[in-house]
């Protein structure tokens, strides 16, 4: 690897304010607020829209969409039956 061409890769805090959760790990992303963190140091924190802590897939509130119930209606109402090849 070339030396002075890359990011620096450090520690970051990434923070989902509406589940109020927040991971330390490391990252290139740069910010330029800070938060302390429990292991007593200070690093940069980036604020994220959506994470694990409140994504419905991670959180089990994710909706199934029935499509193959809604086809079968469909073709119910409208009469086009799939013809048998």
């Known amino acids: 690897m070339k030396s002075g061409i890359h990011p620096e890769y450090r520690p970051v805090v990434f ?10 790990t490391r990252s290139t992303a740069t910010s330029g607020k800070a938060v302390e963190w429990e292991d007593g140091n200070t690093y940069p924190v980036i604020d994220v829209e959506i994470s694990s802590a409140s994504h419905p897939f991670y959180t ?3 909706r199934v969409l029935d499509t193959a119930g809604r086809v079968e209606r469909f ?8 013809s048998e090849g």
């Open 60 to 62: 089990g509130t994710q």
């Open 75 to 82: 073709e119910r109402r409208y009469g086009l039956g799939r």
């Open 15 to 24: 923070r989902d304010r509406a589940a109020d959760f927040a991971f330390l």
